[in-house]
Each structure stands twice: as C-alpha cells, then as structure tokens.
C-alpha cells in the first residue's frame, strides 16, 4: 500500500492519514523502500547489463527543473526574515533513457544534502577557496564553491561587497539543508556512470541544444567521438505553439508525406518507409558540416547549424527540428536518414512526464487563490527523498509497467531493452519473489 501511494499521486500528509503513520515513519519507510528498489536494481539491472553487448546504444538526455518549497527551517521564522520566502531554488533532475525501448538507465537530482555551511566555511579557510581560480577549488561543483570572508589589507575585495555576498548565503543557510550542484558536474558525472554500466560499441545521444548536456557528453565520449563510434543529434521544439496547432502540423506532415511519395511513385502508404525515403533523397544535396579553411591554409569541416524538419510530425509537438553536431560525412544518405528517423526525444518526455503526474511533491506549482503568483508551499522540502522517490519510481516504471508500442506488444522497458523476459510488480521488489 505504501509503495503504491509513493508513485501514485498521494501527498505525504495524505499518506499518514491514510495509514496512520507520522511523518518520520514516512520517510523511514521511504527510505527503506528505496534500499529495496537498489537491492532489486542491482540483481535485475546491473548484473544483466554486465553480461549483455549492444552494438548501438541510443540515449536521450533531458532535464527537468523544478523549485524547491521556499518555506524557512525551524526557527528562522521571525518577523524580521520577511521577504526571503520569494526566493526560489531551481533545481534540476537529469535523466538519460534508451530512445527504443524507453528504459530509464538513470534519474539524478542536481543536489548535494550531504554539504553543511560550516564545511563549507571550513574548506574556505583552509584551502583560500575564495583566492582560487574556478579550476581549483574543492567545491566548484557547488552553486556556492567558497564562504566569503572578511577581506584582509591585501584584498582587492571591498568590505561592502563582502558583506553583501555574506547575507546572501547566510539567507540561503535559513533555508533547506545542503546546496545545489551544477547541472554540467551532475551531467558529466551522469554519464560517466552510464558507460560504465552500459556495454555498447557505438553511442548515438539525442537531446536539446543544452551546452551543460553537450560538454558532459563530449568529455565522457571523447574516445568514441574521435574514433566516429558515436554522434551526437539535436532534437529541438517550439514550445510556444498551442494544441490545436500541433494537431493541425501533423495532419499536415501526413498529407505532405503522401502526396510525395504518390509524385515519386512509391506504392507503400507506411508513412515510415516513406519518411526514410524522402530524407534519403534530401540528404543528396544538405549538409549538417561544412568545409571551412584554416589560417594555415589546411582544409576542415566545422558544425553548419543547418538543421531541417523532420517528415514525422507529432501530435503533442507537431513539427520540430533535427540536427547534428558530429560529422555525418563518412555515411551515405541512406544510412543518415535511418538514423534521423530515430531521432525524437519521447523516452525522456515519457518519464518526466510520470514524475509530474505520480510524485506528489514534483507536481508542476499551485497557482495562488489571488491568480498572481505560483505557490511551492507543497513542492519537495529536502531534494534527497525526491532522489529516493524518483529511483522508486524509475524502478516500478522500467520492470512494472508495460506499454504498448507500435508493434502491438506490450512489454516493460526492460523487457524491450532484453534485459528480462517478464514483468514484475512490487511484490518483486520488495520480498524478491
């Protein structure tokens, strides 16, 4: 029962109603629940992923973002603190998933609660953090790598603004324990555990045109990418467009599509096929690379920004953009528009969506009654149960919950993926029957 409200859109108070529990047995169990779920990973996911080779993996990386409740911790309520409860902590969650089976390798959250001010203090004066370069410093990954501190006769600092930059981090110390990591460190770091994990001979990464997630995966595959075992693909999307639009596009893109190959004289009315056939014969004459020439007179080929639109539109997006940032030159168009078609980012939007909609705590914001302003009143507190909710969740979602996919099955994640032959359910997880 417990389980199932964790990842069924039940809120924590609503939870202990319901079972008559306090809130510290809820998170007891929380965290016990999430103990399980990495005992079951570990059996189930890592060992089976050991043992298994793909020849080509294709990854989708996305992040989401959402503010962490602003309400102050016990005791730093006094009238005095008023005003600090507009400050909103964004923070980010990245999740990488398999584009054709849909399997969630990892969920993290951009957070180290691990981190307190006075350590933060601590480091500072002993390793002169705040006279460091970025490069250096012992906690850069941190959104704040150094404690200010007093200036000294030899500072360039001023005392007004060492004492502005000390009541900002003494107002974030009122709030939640520990502090935001940057979104390119979790990234890199992301990924790193990822090809670790995962044994495949070629990689093929999709996501939005985000430098955090393009830096990380660049230094992680450096080896692959120099030795063309792996490319990298931008799938970006007008977000602005209404509903209505995007139904009009696709319908649109059907029509499209049709009409030429009925022109070409292709027989087959499998708009896939056709789709494959219609970029192969684009792919003739553009190009995602151009070749530019060096100071030194030596001839190079350098990313174009020359996306195109992709001939499969969607109902929810409509018609959205495809690029890619590796050099494509050494294949030939038939092959570039095999891998185009597999170019979506439906596997990442399937999973987040699940977070918004069954994790109570990472619902998208309350408007307030007043209509003007959003309300994070209900948002998470403390980023380390929504770390224990989301693996819950990223667990029951890849081995529990099938789906059915074009071929009419309706499988798991993992079953897709190969690395099981059947569907679990929490009893599973939580006894290992």
């Not at 079972?19 to 189930?44: A, D, N, P, S």
């Not at 009009?248 to 009925?262: P, Y």
Request: charged share 30%; with cysteine; hydrophobic share 35%.
């Amino acid at each position: 029962m417990f389980a199932k409200m964790v990842v069924g859109r039940v809120s924590v108070s609503r939870t202990c109603d319901i079972l008559g529990i306090g809130v510290g047995t809820y998170y007891h169990k929380l965290e016990w629940l999430y103990r399980r779920c990495l005992e079951f990973l570990e059996r189930y996911e890592t060992q089976p992923l050991q043992t298994k080779k793909f020849n080509e993996m294709w990854l989708n990386t996305d992040k989401m973002h959402y503010y962490l409740n602003n309400v102050r911790k016990k005791g730093q309520g006094s009238k005095k603190y008023t005003g600090f409860e507009d400050l909103n902590m964004q923070t980010y969650i990245v999740v990488s998933a398999e584009v054709l089976s849909r399997y969630v390798f990892r969920s993290d959250v951009a957070y180290d609660w691990n981190i307190s001010m006075d350590e933060l203090n601590e480091d500072t004066r002993k390793f002169k953090e705040d006279h460091l370069n970025t490069f250096s410093r012992k906690n850069d990954r941190l959104d704040w790598s150094y404690y200010p501190q007093e200036p000294s006769a030899n500072d360039s600092e001023n005392r007004n603004a060492y004492l502005h930059e000390l009541g900002k981090i003494t107002n974030r110390s009122r709030f939640v324990d520990g502090l935001n990591v940057d979104a390119p460190y979790t990234t890199t770091a992301h990924y790193w555990l990822i090809k670790q994990m995962v044994n495949a001979d070629e990689w093929r990464m999709i996501s939005d045109d985000d430098f955090s997630i393009r830096n990380a995966f660049y230094r992680v595959f450096t080896k692959e990418l120099r030795l063309s075992d792996a490319h990298h693909f931008i799938c970006q999307v007008n977000k602005t467009k209404s509903r209505k639009q995007c139904l009009k596009e696709f319908g649109q893109a059907k029509a499209e599509l049709l009409d030429w190959g009925d022109i070409r004289g292709f027989k087959t009315k499998f708009l896939r096929t056709l789709a494959s056939h219609y970029l192969t014969e684009l792919l003739t004459s553009h190009q995602f690379h151009e070749e530019a020439i060096s100071k030194d007179g030596e001839r190079y080929r350098k990313y174009a920004d020359n996306p195109i639109k992709h001939p499969l539109a969607t109902k929810d997006k409509g018609f959205y953009s495809v690029d890619c940032r590796t050099d494509l030159s050494a294949l030939e168009p038939n092959e570039i528009a095999k891998m185009l078609l597999n170019v979506n980012d439906h596997s990442t939007n399937s999973f987040i969506q699940q977070i918004r909609r069954y994790i109570s705590s990472l619902e998208r914001p309350l408007t307030t009654a007043r209509g003007d302003k959003k309300s994070y009143i209900y948002a998470n507190f403390n980023p380390k149960y929504a770390q224990f909710a989301i693996t819950i969740l990223r667990t029951y979602y890849n081995f529990c919950r099938p789906f059915k996919s074009a071929d009419k099955k309706v499988l798991t994640p993992a079953q897709r993926l190969g690395i099981t032959d059947k569907q679990f359910d929490w009893k599973d997880i939580i006894y290992f029957k």
